[in-house]
């Protein structure tokens, strides 16, 4: 069986995180998906061959990107990039030609066996998130289709969005609208209306559970989520869930108290740390855990 392609675009500028070899072993892990970075970071110590770099300055890409989306984006912070994501896949047409899929996605996050979860019968879908209710701006799948690709122009206003210099959300909030117009509705509700979008029609919204101390209950409905997980030859597990496995992790709420709910405080556990990443390079490959005491080594 032939696996569906699938290509995710990150442009990331400024410096790398800490963590930035694990998550480069992470994605190793999972050989038949490529990742495409354009960022002034340099080599990363770790490498992967299905990670490729472009390396440019942040001013450069700037410039292409006003170029293609014919606006001026000229924002200081790299941040704001976030609010491009739905203009991704339009943004890099030329070097998505030959994939059957195109992404967006976060690197405060290490992934587990992606295919496991993405299988070929998911990969029909018109568009992937791993949320139920929104599209996932930490990873989200579109299928690769010049409606999905040009699906941005739908949201209102998108040029004076990304122009401005603050940060909208236009990731998930904006392209969410176009995705999935009714998320509080039932599944059966949502597909009626799926009929009438060619957007919302035939789409993948499914809780992953891959965000940490969120306000979202986890899987068994409690409010407290696993804080000591492990990453091993491409396994991501917790202590909580016995074997299952899971997608990803996305740390955001340990790394930064930004989006983190009040009940965890107003600081966030990695905030406090001298060092986050304790995984010494030559050991990467036997696996670590990942928990508020940073990376530490399995």
Not at 19 to 24: E, Q
Not at 38 to 54: E, L
Not at 63 to 69: G, P, W
Not at 202 to 209: D, I, S
Request: with cysteine; glycine share 4%.
């Amino acid at each position: 069986m032939n696996n569906k392609s699938i290509a995710i675009i990150i442009p990331y500028f400024g410096q790398w995180p800490e963590w930035i070899d694990l998550y480069i072993e992470s994605c190793k892990y999972n050989p038949t998906i490529d990742w495409i970075f354009f960022s002034d970071c340099g080599p990363p110590q770790n490498k992967a061959d299905n990670i490729t770099i472009h390396h440019m300055s942040f001013n450069d890409y700037k410039q292409y990107i006003s170029k293609k989306l014919e606006i001026n984006f000229s924002c200081c912070q790299p941040y704001k990039l976030c609010d491009l994501k739905p203009s991704y896949g339009y943004i890099h047409e030329n070097i998505l030609t030959n994939y059957d899929y195109y992404g967006f996605g976060d690197i405060d996050v290490i992934y587990g066996d992606i295919r496991k979860f993405y299988t070929e019968k998911v990969l029909t879908h018109n568009c992937i998130s791993t949320h139920w209710d929104r599209i996932s701006g930490h990873l989200a799948l579109f299928k690769n289709t010049a409606l999905n690709r040009n699906a941005f122009k739908k949201i209102k206003n998108w040029q004076q969005l990304m122009e401005n210099e603050s940060h909208f959300g236009i990731d998930e909030s904006k392209l969410s609208k176009i995705y999935l117009r009714h998320k509080k509705y039932p599944d059966w509700l949502r597909k009626a209306y799926g009929f009438f979008s060619p957007y919302q029609k035939n789409c993948y919204f499914k809780e992953q559970y891959s965000t940490i101390l969120s306000d979202s209950p986890w899987i068994n409905g409690s409010s407290e989520h696993p804080e000591l997980w492990f990453w091993k030859k491409g396994k991501l597990t917790n202590n909580k869930d016995t074997d299952r496995e899971f997608l990803y992790l996305h740390f955001m709420n340990w790394k930064s108290s930004k989006w983190l709910p009040e009940r965890y405080g107003n600081k966030a556990a990695w905030e406090k740390l001298n060092s986050i990443n304790n995984v010494p390079f030559s050991q990467i490959n036997n696996g670590w855990s990942i928990s508020p005491q940073g990376f530490l080594p399995l």
